[in-house]
Structures are given as structure tokens and as C-alpha cells.
């Protein structure tokens, strides 16, 4: 019923911005963790931030804070991921993913979440 489509990838050189998004459809929660992940090939799958909507609090990895900033809109249908200082690091499959409030995860564990998008790749050059 829930469905994620993701956009605006694609392969950018170092320092350069991207904005991400999130095309959403059928909210089967009320409150939820709503986010981003990243995966590399043959590595595991890493959050890279997601906001909680109960409290419209946001958590962001580490690797990305300061040039990250997630955000969704009035309507709720569209969740964004500006990225700018890109870094050749950041390369990586981005997966929108969406998942319930009430698992006892952390905000980075896969397990909380449901709902996946296919992905949209990113590609960052030196």
C-alpha cells in the first residue's frame, strides 16, 4: 500500500550539491520514521538521516552532519535530502525507506523500517 519513488540522483564532482527526493503514497501510520539510507556494493546498508514526524525530530550520521539537511513538505506526500559538499565518499545507492514508531529500533536500524524505495544512484568524482 505504501509506495516510495526517489529522485534527483546522478553524478556530480567534488564539492557539488544534490537534492534527493521522496515521492510518497498511502501513510499506513500515524507518527513515523521517514528517511534515507545509502549502500555501497557489498557493504552494509547505513542510515544517512531520517526524521521522526511525532516530534519532527531529525537524527543525521555523523559522516554527514553540517552538510546534510533532510526535510519534507507542508503536504507530507515528498521527503527531501539536500547534499552539498559532496565528497567521493558519499558515492553510494540512496534508498528512501519508511517504517513505524512503535519498534524499538534506533533510528539507524534497518529493522524499523517497512517500506523501501528502489533507489537512486549517486556518483561523486574527485
Known amino acids: 500500500q505504501v509506495q516510495l519513488v526517489e529522485s534527483g540522483g546522478g553524478s556530480v564532482q567534488t564539492g557539488e550539491s544534490l537534492r534527493l527526493s521522496c515521492a510518497a503514497s498511502?501513510?499506513?501510520?500515524?507518527?513515523?520514521?521517514m528517511g534515507w539510507f545509502r549502500q555501497r556494493p557489498g557493504e552494509e546498508r547505513e542510515g544517512v538521516a531520517v526524521?521522526?514526524?511525532?516530534?519532527?525530530?531529525?537524527y543525521y550520521a555523523d559522516s554527514v552532519k553540517g552538510r546534510f539537511t533532510i526535510s519534507q513538505d507542508n503536504a507530507k506526500n515528498t521527503l527531501y535530502l539536500q547534499m552539498n559538499s559532496l565528497k567521493p565518499e558519499d558515492t553510494a545507492m540512496y534508498y528512501c525507506?519508511?517504517?513505524?514508531?512503535?519498534?524499538?529500533?534506533?533510528?539507524?536500524?534497518?529493522?524499523?523500517?517497512?517500506?523501501w524505495g528502489q533507489g537512486t544512484q549517486v556518483t561523486v568524482s574527485p
Open positions: 498511502g501513510y499506513p501510520y500515524t507518527t513515523y520514521y
Open positions: 525507506a519508511m517504517g513505524p514508531a512503535y519498534y524499538g529500533y534506533r533510528w539507524s536500524d534497518m529493522r524499523r523500517y517497512n517500506y
Open positions: 526524521i521522526y514526524t511525532g516530534g519532527r525530530a531529525k
